[in-house]
């Protein structure tokens, strides 16, 4: 009787030392995983458990064997994050804490040029800001060096080498003397990223007008408008001719027509004209005749 | 027996919403260590923590309800995308996660010269709750250092970037 009562509790203790086992399932994290690398979590005890991976960026839930190695192939993990594992196995549960970090090499620049158009001469007038990120999309955030290069339409070249700090670069470029298309580059280990900046005439310089009559009125006459550098003011941009005359005033917004503007005013002798355009005073004339 | 004022205040507690009741987290902010040219404003920093740590708020609901659409306030392109197919995993095996932040330590590190960006490091604390199918798995503390980029929409700052990386 003794002898049956020991075998039956023997084989109770038996039957249920599997599910102990599964109960004191434990698992074996590694420190940090690369994005979409592949990777393996070791399990002990034996039976069968279920590892969940959650974090905000992923979520995986997958049947484990205890004490066996389950391993996740590439492209299994790949948002980076702080990730929490749980293994949970009948009613024991055991949890960790990894993280996944980006990938190394880059894959996709997000590349801002600001403005996409401005005025020649302008000194720090062009910024450009980056963000370098994985194939996963994942932001780089270890040192790297970014190459930003700006190519004017004279043949110049500016070039600046920034190591961006936590997936982010910037840097600030002068515009050129010359009208025309610029072209911003921003390089990182072989990934590349074009933005075109447009850079236009600046303001006109020594603004000149001539006047002639016309019978009883003045044909005033600009001198081909030019900016400081010798780029032709856009036509279209406006000349104010101002007229001054005993107390009374008349003004005329002309837009430039080939490189010139001209209008016909009153004419007053002892009348003051005036030409300007945007804040560039011209010159002045004392209508006498 | 119980008093007006005691009445008042019972029910002042029960009208408040449930975000409310839940605990607060410790916040502090570090004074901004910009890298960049760009001078950035007080008014500026204030408005993009306060739209940082909404955006909190928003995540947690999202990824305790698998609603998306919670989202839309506060989260955009890269972050957005992540965080909803997070939601669209979890919907899919069951599961609910729960994200309660408890302490924030937050410091502007970059902001855009064209004023178009800010960066921010948060070094976090939160509590991570996994329900699969009903059934609570754990609830977790942790800290971690979160590299956050907010850009400016309409009214506020929305998170572009919400990635954490190893310490």
């Known amino acids: 009787m003794k002898l049956r009562f020991a075998c039956l509790i023997s084989g109770i203790l038996l039957a249920a030392l599997p599910l102990a086992y599964a109960q004191d399932g434990r698992m074996s994290l590694p420190t940090t995983v690369e994005a979409?690398?592949?990777?393996?979590?070791?399990?002990?005890?034996?039976?069968?458990?279920?590892?969940?991976?959650?974090?905000?960026?992923?979520?995986?839930?997958?049947?484990?064997?205890?004490g066996e190695?389950?391993?996740?192939?590439?492209?299994?993990?790949?948002?980076?994050?702080?990730?929490?594992?749980?293994?949970?196995?009948?009613?024991?549960?055991d949890n960790g804490w990894f993280d996944v970090a980006p990938a190394s090499k880059p894959a996709n620049l997000s590349f801002l040029a600001r403005p996409s158009r401005l005025s020649i001469g302008l000194h720090n007038g062009i910024s450009g800001t980056l963000y370098i990120f994985d194939v996963y999309h994942?932001?780089?955030?270890?040192?790297?060096?970014?190459?930003?290069?700006?190519?004017?339409?004279?043949?110049?070249?500016?070039?600046?080498?920034?190591?961006?700090?936590?997936?982010?670069?910037?840097?600030?470029?002068?515009?050129?003397?010359?009208?025309?298309?610029?072209?911003?580059?921003?390089?990182?280990?072989?990934?590349?990223?074009?933005?075109?900046?447009?850079?236009?005439?600046?303001?006109?310089?020594?603004?000149?007008?001539?006047?002639?009559?016309?019978?009883?009125?003045?044909?005033?006459?600009?001198?081909?408008v030019r900016d400081c550098s010798g780029n032709a003011v856009p036509d279209g941009t406006i000349v104010t001719f101002t007229e001054n005359y005993n107390g009374t005033q008349s003004t005329?917004?002309?837009?430039?027509?080939?490189?010139?503007?001209?209008?016909?005013?009153?004419?007053?002798?002892?009348?003051?004209?005036?030409?300007a355009s945007g804040v560039v005073l011209g010159n002045e004339i004392h209508w006498q005749k | 027996m119980m008093t007006i004022k005691t009445m008042l205040v019972l029910f002042s507690i029960a009208a408040m919403p449930g975000a409310l009741l839940a605990a607060q987290p410790?916040?502090?902010?570090?004074?901004?260590?910009?890298?960049?040219?760009?001078?950035?404003?007080?008014?500026?920093?204030?408005?993009?923590?306060?739209d940082y740590l909404e955006s909190w708020q928003s995540l947690a609901a999202a990824l305790r309800q698998n609603r998306a659409d919670l989202l839309d306030q506060d989260f955009v392109g890269t972050a957005k995308d992540k965080l909803t197919d997070t939601i669209h995993q979890q919907a899919a095996l069951g599961i609910h996660t729960r994200y309660q932040d408890r302490a924030h330590n937050i410091?502007?590190?970059?902001?855009?010269?064209?004023?178009?960006?800010?960066?921010?490091?948060?070094?976090?604390?939160?509590?991570?709750?996994?329900?699969?199918?009903?059934?609570?798995?754990?609830?977790?503390?942790?800290?971690?250092?979160?590299?956050?980029?907010?850009?400016?929409?309409?009214?506020?700052?929305?998170?572009?970037?919400?990635?954490?990386?190893?310490?």
């Open chain 1, 36 to 66: 979409g690398s592949a990777f393996s979590i070791q399990s002990s005890g034996s039976g069968k458990a279920v590892l969940y991976i959650v974090g905000p960026g992923q979520v995986l839930k997958r049947d484990v064997q205890l």
């Open chain 2, 107 to 167: 410091q502007i590190v970059f902001y855009s010269p064209d004023g178009l960006s800010v960066q921010l490091v948060d070094n976090v604390e939160y509590d991570e709750r996994v329900v699969d199918h009903q059934k609570v798995l754990t609830t977790q503390h942790t800290h971690t250092r979160y590299i956050v980029v907010m850009t400016p929409a309409e009214t506020r700052w929305r998170v572009r970037i919400f990635q954490s990386e190893p310490e």
């Open chain 2, 26 to 50: 410790v916040v502090h902010v570090e004074p901004p260590n910009l890298h960049g040219p760009r001078q950035l404003q007080d008014q500026t920093a204030t408005a993009v923590v306060r």
């Open chain 1, 252 to 275: 005329a917004d002309v837009p430039l027509k080939q490189g010139i503007a001209q209008v016909e005013l009153p004419a007053h002798p002892g009348a003051t004209i005036t030409v």
């Open chain 1, 69 to 93: 190695t389950a391993s996740f192939p590439t492209g299994s993990l790949y948002n980076a994050g702080h990730y929490l594992a749980i293994l949970v196995a009948g009613s024991s549960t």
């Open chain 1, 138 to 224: 994942n932001l780089i955030t270890k040192p790297t060096p970014v190459s930003f290069k700006l190519s004017i339409p004279s043949g110049a070249v500016q070039q600046r080498t920034v190591t961006a700090n936590l997936g982010e670069a910037t840097t600030e470029m002068d515009s050129g003397t010359k009208e025309g298309f610029a072209k911003f580059e921003a390089q990182v280990d072989g990934v590349s990223s074009t933005r075109v900046v447009e850079q236009v005439p600046g303001n006109p310089c020594g603004l000149k007008m001539s006047a002639q009559p016309a019978g009883n009125r003045i044909h005033l006459q600009t001198s081909p």
